[in-house]
């Protein structure tokens, strides 16, 4: 796994299928950066979300797959996983000389291969809070991909946050369920934390500045020291304590174990995804 740090907004034409919520995250990432607007196309053919993109951005947008794609060196394939086949089908006779990268969950890279007609196919996985450049995603390359176009796929994902790559594709199902995934659990948490403590009768708004603050400074305090959540946890519990109390509980109730069984379903979806989507209709 490795990680470079951008130095330059990319300067190449790239074109994005799909102008959804992941496509504007990556797009106001770009455009943060520092890259020029009028680089960047979009094929969106839900007309107010093209309006809601043009609103934020003077990019180019387009409700159908047309002839001025094939400008792109970069296609960024933005759409829900039902949709790829098809979106390919449409958009992808336009993308012979692009390199290719793909944020949908699941869908293998040997079927986009098989349904672009190239090899050069990079994966990403990323999560939302790329919308607000604190995103974290894994990348695999298929092997025809260059060195160099794996940099130049970094230093689109970089402008969302932080990225690593993987070795093994089957990873991306792994990675889906931990981060991909994963702010869902975090909100889920939140809003747990936020009913005990209307339960114990704090004004709702509170308990939930409450419950976020302590989800941002425990994360904050993880990132910033070189020990275990394991061992920052023992810390804060001491053997017939207020949070001792809480822990025990937890643990009476398998709750680590159920949390974990629950991110393997999220895995198991994400195999299921790529196997019910992987195939054209028809096909
Ligand atoms: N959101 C996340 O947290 C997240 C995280 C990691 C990965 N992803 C992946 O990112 C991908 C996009 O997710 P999203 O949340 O951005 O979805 P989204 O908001 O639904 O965006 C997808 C957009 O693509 C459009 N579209 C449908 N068919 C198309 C076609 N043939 N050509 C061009 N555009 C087409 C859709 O329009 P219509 O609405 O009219 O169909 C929609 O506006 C998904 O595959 C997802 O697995 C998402």
Known sequence: ???????????????????????SAIIGGLVRQGMAPELIQV???????????????PIR??????ASLASAKLAVWAVKPQAFAQAAQEAGAHLHEALHLSVAAGIRSDNIAQWLGSQRIVR??????????????ALYARPAVTPAERERVQAVMDT?????WLSDESQLDAVTALSGSGPAYVFYFLEAMTQA?????????????????????????????????????????????????ALTAMEGAE??????????????RATELGLEFGTPPGA
């Open 124 to 137: 990403a996985m990323p999560n939302t809070p790329a919308l607000i450049g604190q995103g974290m995603s």
């Open 255 to 268: 709750l680590k174990r159920h949390f974990v069984a629950a991110i393997r379903a999220a895995q198991a």
């Open 197 to 245: 403590g209307l339960d114990m009768g704090l004004p709702e708004a509170q308990a939930l500045r409450l419950a976020k603050a302590t989800f941002s400074g425990a994360s904050a305090l993880a990132q910033n020291s070189s020990e275990s959540p394991q061992v920052l946890r023992e810390r804060v519990t001491s053997k017939g304590g207020t949070t001792y109390a």
């Open 160 to 164: 969302t946050g932080e990225s690593l």
């Open 61 to 66: 947008v387009w409700p159908h797959a047309q």
């Open 1 to 23: 796994m490795t990680s470079f740090t951008l130095s330059q907004p990319p300067s190449e034409s790239i074109a994005f299928i799909g102008g959804g919520n992941m496509a």
């Open 43 to 57: 094929v969106e053919p839900h007309a107010e979300q093209g309006a809601r993109l043009l609103g934020q951005w």
